[in-house]
């Protein structure tokens, strides 16, 4: 027995010990339903499948190439037993082999087919492979397999050796194949039709690459979004996280963060009932005073001002009495005309006596004078109305902007600022007014908000505006200048500035209530309003707050006036001469408004026509110089306005009619009217304030100087 021998025989014996019993009954029962011999069979088969291979597809030519070999070493094995022992167990292999080996055959056929391996070689080394495998199966890892084994392989190959590959269409073809054709004839056939299918591989090949470059494309673009849309998500799960409720006590349960709940509780509950009472008090001053109503003109549908009952009241008084005078005068006219003669003092027609008639005509006049006096009455009446419709309106306005405003639900800003309710709307901001929880005072939380639909280019501008005007406003404390707490951002397009509250109203909105306001209480804003001018002016680093108007003055709860809202300010180079520097040459002013929106531009035209209607400002021939004296002569303006309920200069003038007539060039001197009565030291003030001529103008500091700002006791 060879040692080939020993390892099958031990290899089956190990794998199939188990099985040999039932295979055993299996063989004897076909034995005696008469089955010829195993070897007989396996012969005939082998015979089958050599001619089969010979014509079939190489797949299975290669696969019969195998079973040959695998059969050979079967065979073999069986004889060696004295039986069919192993029939089963070596199908069942040499199956597995064949399916393991097609496909890698296949495969190779198709190499082959591209012209580019020597088919021969690689059935050979396949068939010496497949007999490799089996021998890793059937006996282990033995590589001395040689004997009968090795025999049935080169009986195989030698099988495979002579056959040929067919190069184009993958098949094998016996070197013993019937063909009528001449064997060149067949060689010259098979390469052109190669040469076709590999020009249309190429073309499959072509289109699969422009097919992946594509693909290619389209995994960068995909990627290149899901970048954008990660970041979008991460900034909104920022903003989230911002505007969560409350998470300094949703950290932990100290009696501290207990107390934080507990406050800011109560005043989200005190603000929502000031909501609510503010909206109660509009919808019942509405009724009285007016409302905004819907017209439509066409296609075309416009909100229109709708008075209320009281002012409809007042109206219809003011009429009657009207048409009560008209009568009383009538009746008064026809009297006349019917003055007796002088001589006998009689009336002919009537008999009346003269001093009928005069007592008669006393009576109407009497009756006209108690008219006027209810029509004066009426009036002043209705000018009272005409101011709580104003703050009706602003009221109005104010609750429809809360309502339209992302932050109206008592968001806690920062981790820290609980905001409350909505204190007015700028052009670019809204202020909140809100709740500091840590330093446990009211803050004005101020919320800017860049338009989304801004280029990228206006929103660096506005923003680099904005940390100016903060870098600025931040060094500032000052009695009479509004506190800058903080500042923070809040998602890309909004920032928020936290400022010191201030719980009175602004001086715009005291001047709408009540346009003139007595000398003394007019002189102790303006004087508080030098007080913060001095102070810009005394630092090492000046300030023109260049931006002075009403509604930059806020009151504190005690009234103390305070100067807000830098954003236009600038800060007085240190080398500037006397009579001050360039408009152009720092950030602020009309050279930041060139950056800014169309908006913002009418703002500052705004501001020039009405406070900041400085003369230098408006000579365009040359580059105007500023220094301080443009607070000094918006501070005019507005002590003026104070004490007449008017501006100096084109007042109740379009911006148009006051650009066409030149008011502001022409105003040269200023002209006081008669009424109210005011001292001459406030006129002087005025006058020194207002002077034209720049050069001549004092400087804030100059001015401060003059007694009437001082209050010192002579
Ligand atoms: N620190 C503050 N304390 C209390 N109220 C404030 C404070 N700052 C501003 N306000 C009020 O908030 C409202 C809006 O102020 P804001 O400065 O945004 O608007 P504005 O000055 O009218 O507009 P703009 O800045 O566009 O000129 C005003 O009614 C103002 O009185």
């Known amino acids: 027995m060879s040692d080939d021998m020993l390892i099958h025989f031990s290899s089956n014996s190990s794998n199939q010990s188990d099985q040999s019993l039932p295979t055993k009954i299996a063989k004897l029962e076909a034995r005696m339903v008469g089955k010829p011999p195993a070897a007989q069979q396996q012969q005939h088969q082998h015979q089958q499948h050599a001619t089969w291979a010979a014509l079939s597809s190489t797949p299975r030519s ?49 190499v082959v087919a591209d012209g580019r391996q020597n088919t021969t070689e690689t059935l050979e080394a396949k068939a010496s492979d497949v007999n490799r495998k089996k021998h ?8 001395s397999g040689r004997g009968r084994g090795s025999r049935a392989n080169e009986q195989a190959r030698s099988q495979i050796s002579s056959s040929t590959v067919s190069p184009s269409n993958g098949q094998l073809e016996s070197s013993h194949h019937k063909d009528n054709k001449p064997k060149e004839q067949f060689l ?46 991460k900034d909104v799960k920022e903003y989230e996280q911002q505007m969560k409720p409350r998470p300094v006590w949703e950290c932990g349960g100290s009696p501290a963060t207990k107390r934080t709940k507990i406050i800011s509780d109560l005043l989200i509950s005190v603000s929502k009932a000031e909501r609510q009472e503010a909206r109660l008090k509009i919808r019942q001053e509405s009724v009285r005073l007016g409302n905004v109503g819907v017209i439509r003109a066409g296609t075309v549908i416009s909100e229109t001002w709708e008075d209320g009952q009281a002012l409809k009241d007042l109206n219809a008084h003011l009429r009657q009495l009207l048409e009560t005078k008209e009568a009383v005068e009538r009746q008064r006219k026809s009297l006349k005309k019917r003055q007796p003669d002088k001589g006998d003092g009689v009336d002919v027609e009537s008999g009346v006596q003269e001093e009928d008639l005069v007592i008669q005509d006393e009576i109407y006049k009497s009756r006209l004078a108690s008219i006027k006096r209810e029509e004066e009455a009426i009036l ?24 339209g405003s992302r932050f109206n639900n008592f968001q806690i800003l920062n981790h820290r600022y609980a905001l409350l ?68 951002e809040i998602d890309q397009n909004t920032f928020c500035t936290v400022l010191e509250y201030c719980s009175g109203k602004d001086l715009d909105a005291v001047l709408k209530a009540t346009p003139v306001l007595p000398e003394r209480e007019a002189r102790i804003i303006i004087v508080q309003i030098f007080q913060g001018l001095i102070y810009l002016n005394k630092r090492a680093q000046k300030i023109i707050h260049y931006d002075l108007k009403p509604g930059n003055v806020l009151f504190d709860e005690f009234g103390v006036a305070k100067v807000t809202d830098f954003g236009l300010s600038k800060i007085v180079e240190d080398d500037v001469g006397s009579q001050g520097m360039e408009l152009t040459s720092q950030g602020a002013g009309t050279i930041v408004v060139k950056h800014l929106s169309v908006c913002y531009v009418l703002k500052v035209l705004h501001l020039f026509f009405s406070f900041l209607a400085v003369v230098e400002c408006f000579e365009l021939s040359k580059t105007p110089l500023i220094s301080s004296k443009v607070d000094v002569w918006s501070a005019g303006i507005l002590f003026y306005q104070m004490l007449f309920g008017r501006r100096p200069f084109g007042h109740d003038q379009t911006q148009e009619r006051i650009l066409r007539e ?43 100087q003059d007694p009437y700002l001082t209050y010192s006791k002579k």
């Open 421 to 488: 309710n909505l204190l007015g709307k700028g052009g670019f901001s809204e202020v909140y007014k809100a709740y500091d929880l840590v330093e446990h005072r009211y803050v004005a939380c101020k919320l800017h908000g860049l338009n989304a639909q801004w280029s990228e280019d206006k929103k660096q501008s506005y923003i680099r505006h904005a940390i100016r005007e903060y870098n600025i406003h931040k060094t500032l404390v000052h009695h009479h200048i509004v506190r800058l707490w903080d500042t923070f």
């Open 380 to 403: 002043r009446e209705r000018e009272r109305y005409e101011l709580e419709k104003g703050r009706l309106i602003r009221e109005m306005k104010r609750i429809r902007d809360e309502d």
């Open 662 to 704: 030149d008011t502001i060039i022409k105003a040269r001197k200023v002209e006081f009217p008669s009424r109210p009565a005011v001292s001459n030291e406030a006129k002087d003030l005025i006058r020194r304030c207002l002077t034209y001529n720049q050069a001549e103008r004092p400087d804030v500091l100059t001015l401060a």
């Open 136 to 143: 890793g199966r059937g006996r282990g890892n033995s590589g």
């Open 62 to 110: 290669v696969a019969a190439a195998e079973d040959l070999a695998q059969e050979s070493s079967s065979s073999d094995s069986d004889d060696d037993i004295g039986g069919e022992f192993l029939i089963q167990a070596n199908t069942q292999k040499r199956q597995k082999v064949k399916e393991d080996d097609n496909s890698t055959v296949f495969d190779r056929v198709e």
């Open 188 to 233: 010259i056939d098979n390469c052109s039709s190669l040469e076709e299918e590999v020009t249309s591989l190429r073309r499959k090949v072509a289109a699969l690459e422009e097919d992946l470059r594509k693909s290619r494309q389209n995994a960068v673009d995909y990627q290149n979004l899901c970048h954008q849309l990660e970041k979008e998500l």
